[in-house]
């Protein structure tokens, strides 16, 4: 057993695996961090199970079915000619057509993708829904670009990327970047590319076009009710209690919203810019209005809420809290959070974003005995309504904001006792982040084992 870039030490028979995927994904950090994540998780299922070994069934799961990197030529409104990366990594498609966001932002690079592309499958998994795992994206920032130039962008990112798509290959959605603007821009391009109005080969698109109620909500939603599971099992719940959420995109704003339903008080969020703290509880109409209707900045929300005060470049997990919901982006909850997390008396701490939180501070959390929910079981219930959207889809059918609601509420639950119990029976009690690797892990070896080696 030998420690690795996450510290924990691994079985012998995973090293060999280890070592090879650092040789052939080299300078690829969050790849290499999402990877030794699930393969410290593994060793009790290849100590009981040695036919996944035999069969090299976390060496192929390790290595993405397919990659596409493709360039992305467009003009801005200057008309200056501009070039971006793009890509889509088709990692695993076991259990369904490659599912999974699309990604814009200037720190994108194929080792983002593959790490994003990897806990999707883990993710999607649990979820119980049909559906492999893949991600894509672009270097391309957003952030000032006018309404054409987005169009323009996700038009010219869709010609390429068309031919890798399709309902029962790969399904897109949003994230980071991208949303029902840019899924209908995309999802318009494909349309006229392919003459087929093929609803489900995207997801997260607008209502009038084929969209479907609450997966604009669904991440955030989700990610609340699996701390209220996690809270409700131990015999509390969100109910009084001060909560920090950091981001202020998708994820945060529908976190804080259904915090506030659960009686929770989201006291803080954030963007790249600072902080806001509002003691008397986030008001999510406005945060709401200036996020998704005016595309403004969280200092705007400070400005026009009595009471709050906007701190430029502060550090949202200095907040004091009971809850933590990380909801920017990978690696924003250090070591240094984790201990004043925890000087500070939080209990749980769930990612709604992709591997928010280092290693170094999942350890500090697991020692200090916090509740910790990874972002592949708390944040799901985005990707679980996706695939509710692709049902709608398939059958033409639209359903109502409750039974939709429901529907995640019930996956959701579904999902924490799955990681509960699978947790448990190997020997990780309380443990989510070996219940989520270990019980999505088995499902998807299990059908890599069925069939056969393609
Ligand atoms: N980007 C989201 C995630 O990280 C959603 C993906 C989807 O709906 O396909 O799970």
């Keep these: 057993m030998t420690p690795g870039v996450n ?24 790849f ?8 410290e998780s593994l060793g009790p299922v290849v100590a ?12 192929r799961l390790c290595e993405p079915e397919r990659q596409v990197v493709f360039r992305v030529p467009w ?14 990594v088709q990692f695993n498609s076991a259990l369904g057509p490659y599912k999974g966001g699309i990604r814009f932002h200037p720190s994108v690079n194929l080792g983002i993708i593959k790490f994003l592309g990897f806990e999707q499958i883990f993710k999607n ?34 010609t390429e990327l068309h031919r890798h798509l399709g309902e029962y290959t790969d399904v897109p959605a949003g994230d980071t970047g991208v949303g029902e603007r840019e899924i209908g821009y995309l999802f318009g391009q494909y349309k006229r590319m392919t003459n087929r109005y093929e609803s489900s080969v995207l997801t997260g698109k607008g209502l009038g076009i084929g969209g479907a109620r609450v997966r604009r909500e669904a991440t955030g939603y989700g ?11 131990r015999g509390m719940s969100l109910d009084g ?14 976190a804080i919203q259904k915090v506030a339903a659960f009686g929770g008080i989201t006291v803080a969020c954030s963007d790249s810019d600072g902080v806001v703290i509002d003691e008397k509880g986030i008001d999510f109409d406005l945060l709401r209005e200036i996020k998704e209707i005016e595309r403004g900045r969280v200092a705007d929300y400070a400005a026009r809420r009595p009471g709050a005060r906007h701190i430029p470049g502060g550090a949202i997990w200095d907040v004091p809290c009971e809850v933590a919901i990380p909801c920017a982006t990978q690696n924003e909850l250090t070591h240094h959070d984790a201990t004043t997390l925890v000087a500070n008396g939080c209990l749980a701490v769930a990612e709604g974003a992709n591997m928010p939180t280092t290693p170094e501070a999942v350890r500090a959390f697991a020692e200090a005995g916090v509740l910790f929910a990874p972002g592949k079981a708390a944040n799901a219930g985005g990707v679980a309504t996706s695939a509710l959207e692709m049902q709608q889809n398939a059958s033409r059918d639209s359903w109502t904001f409750e039974h939709s609601e429901e529907k995640l509420t019930e996956i959701m639950r579904d999902i924490h006792r799955r990681c509960a119990e699978t947790a448990e029976t190997y020997g990780a009690p309380g443990n989510y982040v070996a219940g989520a690797n270990i019980a999505g892990f088995i499902q998807v070896a299990d059908a890599m084992l069925a069939l056969g080696l393609v």
């Design 7 to 30: 510290g924990h030490p691994l079985h012998d028979i995973l090293e060999p695996v280890w070592q090879d995927v650092l040789r052939r994904n080299p300078a690829e950090a969050e």
């Design 32 to 39: 290499h961090q999402a990877v030794r994540e699930v393969l």
């Design 48 to 59: 009981k199970h040695p036919h996944y070994v035999e069969a090299a069934i976390i060496e």
């Design 75 to 88: 003009h801005d409104d200057r008309g200056r000619v501009r070039i971006n990366r793009g890509f889509r």
């Design 125 to 158: 998994a649990l979820t119980g829904m049909p559906i492999g795992g893949g991600k894509g994206g672009a270097d391309f920032d957003p952030k000032g670009c006018s309404d054409n130039e987005i169009m323009r962008f996700c038009q010219s990112f869709m």
């Design 223 to 233: 990610t609340a009710i699996f701390v209220q599971e996690m809270l409700k099992e």
């Design 241 to 254: 209690r001060r909560v920090v959420v950091s981001g202020s995109g998708n994820v945060a704003l529908y």
